[in-house]
């Protein structure tokens, strides 16, 4: 069996302080300079932010799922997701969509973060 390597999660962005700043918010994480984001307890991976000249054209192929909801179900799961969605807009987040309970899946809020980013409340 491979050994668990440890990695970081990278975004191309426009303005990497501002995403540094906003993540931190979302994740409690702690910035580390001004294009790095850590986890404060060692336990979540380095998120890095990476200057690019391009802006973002297409759908994220890979997003991060923000762990809100977790062993919630029904109306407090919903009631839970939408508090925060709340709290992450005020800080520049959009909301993109909610999908509502379903017979084989709980709801779950896709985001937009401050630069377009998706990213969903689960």
Not at 56 to 62: S, Y
Not at 74 to 88: I, V
Request: net charge negative; aromatic share 8%.
């Amino acid at each position: 069996m491979a050994a668990v390597r440890t990695f970081q999660v990278t975004f191309d962005c426009a303005d990497p302080e501002h995403l540094v700043r906003f993540w931190c918010e979302v994740l409690g994480y702690e910035p580390q300079g001004s294009e790095n984001a850590v986890d404060p307890t060692g336990v979540g991976p380095r998120l890095y932010f990476q200057r690019v000249p391009e802006g973002k054209v297409v759908k994220n192929r890979v997003h991060l799922d923000v762990r809100v909801g977790s062993g919630l179900v029904g109306a407090e799961r919903l009631a839970t997701l939408q508090a925060e969605r709340a709290r992450l807009e005020a800080l520049g987040a959009t909301h993109f969509r909610t999908l509502l309970a379903d017979d084989e899946n709980e709801s779950c809020i896709v985001m937009l973060d401050v630069e377009g980013n998706e990213f969903c409340l689960d």
